[in-house]
């Protein structure tokens, strides 16, 4: 099968179209037929050598969607999609013909979703749907999103609304701004960080009971926009790995910091969420991912390169 390899890390030079054999699945296991799978920026950072434990040589790509065409009888010929922390790390990932996970691994395929929408959608709302259960979004929650107009705070946003809480967005740019008030988002600029308290304290009064902060910038600004015993829950941080943070200001406050970390999931794990919010597509709760960039597999080099010098496309390659 045609699959993406890399035998090295620490330059995209080291990732290449190879010819492996088909994997073969053993007892517990499906074997799926990829018929889509999402490039995250995570897996360009895989190859550039980020994560120091990944075993090698491996075929990265943690999100997919596919047909299972081995396995258990009652899975044989079902639409799946998955994502999962050993996919590209410690086992085979999904930039390939073909996926050998564990038949709990996967979970079943909205059917309003194309196999490419589906694949598109792994990591950034496994990310999101963490992020609010551990941070306790719920009925009547005021909820900030900072960064809301990545893929992460999309789902975030759209996940928190049919939960019943009260968002609020936060972006930097003007017509991303124009974007989400137009979809009748309560909206706020991204400005100097000394006034994001006063900022949300005018639309939530007494402050957000969480902040979801997708960009890894915005943790010292937000406790001074924090209600008492409120959550900021974080995914990223700057490059050094390092902040300030106004510790009397948040101890006062009762608060606390949620770090949310996708590869603490097993495809197992995810499988689980992915069955919890899938359904929600196919009641028309949540919205169909557009604007998806599909590209052949055998052209899957050049589009790492393209996201590591910032291309903001979501591509999905098709096997």
Request: aromatic content about 8%; overall charge negative.
């Amino acid at each position: 099968m045609n699959a993406l390899q890399f035998t090295a890390t620490g330059d995209l030079a080291h990732l290449s179209l190879v010819e492996v054999p088909v994997p073969v699945p053993s007892a517990g296991e499906v074997l799926v037929q990829i018929k889509a799978a999402g490039l995250n920026p995570s897996d360009v950072k895989n190859v550039l050598g980020r994560f120091p434990y990944t075993t090698l040589p491996r075929i990265p790509g943690r999100d997919f969607a596919g047909v299972v065409v081995e396995g258990p009888q009652a899975l044989l010929g079902q639409a799946v999609w998955g994502t999962g922390r050993d996919l590209g790390f410690f086992a085979d990932g999904s930039h390939a013909q073909y996926l050998r996970v564990s038949a709990t691994g996967v979970a079943h395929k909205p059917t309003h979703l194309s196999f490419a929408q589906a694949a598109s959608l792994g990591v950034p709302y496994t990310t999101a749907w963490d992020a609010l259960e551990r941070s306790g979004v719920g009925q009547g929650t005021r909820l900030l999103v900072i960064g809301a107009n990545g893929a992460v705070g999309s789902a975030a946003l759209a996940l928190a609304k049919i939960r019943g809480a009260q968002v609020l967005a936060a972006v930097r740019k003007a017509d991303q701004l124009e974007l989400l008030q137009a979809q009748g988002l309560e909206v706020i600029a991204l400005g100097k960080p000394e006034e994001l308290g006063a900022q949300v304290q005018a639309v939530f009064k007494g402050g957000a009971d969480v902040i979801f902060d997708t960009t890894g910038f915005w943790l010292p600004a937000a406790v001074a926009g924090l209600a008492p015993f409120g959550r900021i829950a974080i995914i990223a941080a700057p490059v050094d790995g390092h902040v300030q943070l106004p510790a009397l200001a948040l101890y006062r406050k009762g608060g606390s910091v949620v770090g949310v970390n996708s590869l603490l999931y097993s495809c197992e794990q995810c499988a689980e969420m992915l069955e919890a919010f899938g359904r929600f597509f196919d009641e028309g709760l949540l919205p169909l991912p557009t604007g998806l960039r599909e590209v052949a597999l055998v052209d899957g080099v050049q589009c790492y390169a393209e996201v590591n010098s910032g291309s903001p496309d979501k591509i999905i390659f098709l096997p």
